[in-house]
């Protein structure tokens, strides 16, 4: 009992031996979990790799001159015909899926989740003299506008809004896989 050494909490790793205290600091907070975070080996490279989740990444990273709207296919034709109404929010990250993008990016609840994207060209919008609004955090309580109901989702995500119609030359519908 005492032993004041440190506490193996599993191969190689070790946290210090002691008394919990609600002092902590955020970096010593930060260290004790990165300890205990498994480390990236060969194999969970490979689960990743088959499981998309590189893919996933490799998608938000390739979309810095895209936007995209997650949306229901219903409006998919009738938004790339006439466009997105002025107001609109999009998110830099195409590689969301249906649930994910209803968490992370606060979509009303009392809405069935989104099945298709729309790609918003950013670089063609730039080109054309539109000034790109900048990116917010999402927020976790939503309005939903038709109700006026006020709900609290996950959020996080990262959109932006759109204070002008964008012309559909400017769009491309990208189904959800």
Same mark, same amino acid.
């Given at each position: /009992? ?7 909490? @599993? ?10 205290? *609600? @002092? ?7 260290? =004790?979990?990165?300890? %205990?975070?498994? =480390? ?6 490979? %689960? ?9 990444? =490799? ?13 229901? $296919? ?9 466009? #997105? ?11 969301? &899926?249906?649930?994910? $993008?209803? !968490? ?19 670089? @063609? #919008? ?5 000034? %790109? ?5 999402? $927020? ?7 109700? @006026? ?7 996080? &995500?990262?959109? /932006? ?6 012309? &559909?030359? *400017? !769009? ?6």
């Amino acid at each position: /009992m005492g032993t004041s050494g440190p506490v193996n909490v @599993g191969p190689g790793r070790f946290l210090p031996k002691g008394p919990a205290t *609600f @002092g902590a600091t955020a970096s010593e907070l930060g260290a =004790a979990e990165a300890a %205990l975070r498994p =480390a990236a080996s060969p194999v969970s490279a490979a %689960l990743e790799a088959a499981t998309g989740a590189g893919a996933k990444n =490799a998608a938000q990273q390739a979309t810095n001159d895209c936007a995209f709207h997650y949306t229901s $296919s219903q409006w998919a034709d009738s938004i790339k015909r006439g466009g #997105l109404r002025p107001g609109t929010y999009a998110t830099p990250n195409g590689g969301l &899926g249906s649930l994910q $993008s209803k !968490l992370e990016l606060a979509l009303p609840p009392t809405r069935s989740a989104p099945d298709a994207r729309i790609r918003i060209d950013l670089d @063609g #919008l730039r080109k054309a003299g539109f000034k %790109l609004p900048t990116t917010n955090r999402v $927020s976790s309580t939503v309005v939903d506008p038709r109700t @006026g109901r006020v709900y609290q989702m996950p959020g996080g &995500g990262t959109e /932006m809004q759109f204070p002008y119609e964008i012309p &559909g030359e *400017f !769009l491309e519908v990208v189904p959800i896989r």
